[in-house]
């Protein structure tokens, strides 16, 4: 069985579409979403429809949490803030109810999907160092777990003590525990513009991070005739 673990999507169709035609393409019959669906980039309703039509596990996403909302968005970054006021009026009252339903947490076969960490998935913890990852480790009652949320792809593992190994294949071993970020479909920030997910192959107890190349012009040109912030556009780029 091979799943593809794909989020942080943030409504750039084309990555999603190129990411679901690569998992495809290398034998995935699984799909598991980390969330972030919509936020910062142009087409926030068709990759939600995307998403659901699969009808498969999807946790909540900060994004999705405050485009189905309607609380002010004062203390968010500007640039962030502004794309969630638009992507509000781009969803209708039933897609944005959908969002609000999104599970905060959810296990899958062996696994725990989570966006952020388990300690406490509605603070929206960023995990950047493995002192982060520790407080998750403690709320972690699978081997292992897979989250999102800094668009960076990592690697800790907890033997007697937590380490964070290179984001390339793992292979899952008895003993150890594994907390593990699958990098952005939609807005990478490792500086690699391409579209970027994982699959785990159970009977191998293998994971595989993939880099998929997208139509980055259109995606480009639909933020730009949104009139969303263009550093949106810019930052899409540089994978930053
Ligand atoms: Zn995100």
Redesign the pocket.
């Known amino acids: 069985m091979r799943i593809a673990l794909f989020?942080?999507i943030?409504a750039n169709l084309e990555a999603l579409e190129a990411v679901l035609a690569d998992a495809a393409e290398q034998g995935c019959t699984d799909y598991v979403c980390m969330?972030?669906v919509v936020?910062?980039n142009a087409d926030p309703a068709a990759c939600l429809e995307r998403v659901r039509a699969m009808d498969c596990p999807v946790v909540k996403?900060?994004?999705d949490e405050d485009a189905s909302g309607s609380h002010s968005l004062e203390s968010m970054n500007p640039v962030a803030a502004a794309a969630l006021e638009w992507t509000r009026l781009q969803l209708s009252d039933e897609q944005r109810t959908w969002l609000r339903r999104l599970r905060m947490v959810r296990q899958v076969e062996d696994f725990t999907v989570v966006?952020s960490t388990l300690d406490q998935p509605a603070h929206w913890n960023y995990v950047t160092n493995r002192f982060d990852a520790m407080s998750n480790f403690s709320y972690q009652f699978t081997q292992v777990c897979f989250h999102?949320?800094?668009?960076v792809p990592r690697v800790y593992v907890k033997t007697d003590k937590v380490q964070e190994v290179p984001a390339e294949s793992v292979v899952i071993e008895d003993g150890s525990k594994y907390f593990i970020n699958v990098g952005?479909v939609g807005?990478p920030r490792d500086g690699d513009w391409r579209a970027c997910y994982a699959i785990y192959d159970l009977d191998h107890r293998l994971l595989v991070f993939r880099r998929v190349e997208y139509d980055l012009p259109t995606t480009q040109g639909k933020i730009h005739a949104a009139k969303l912030p263009s550093m949106l556009a810019d930052r899409l780029a540089d994978g930053r």
């Open positions: 989020g942080d943030h969330g972030d936020g910062y996403g900060n994004h966006h999102g949320h800094t668009h952005s807005q």
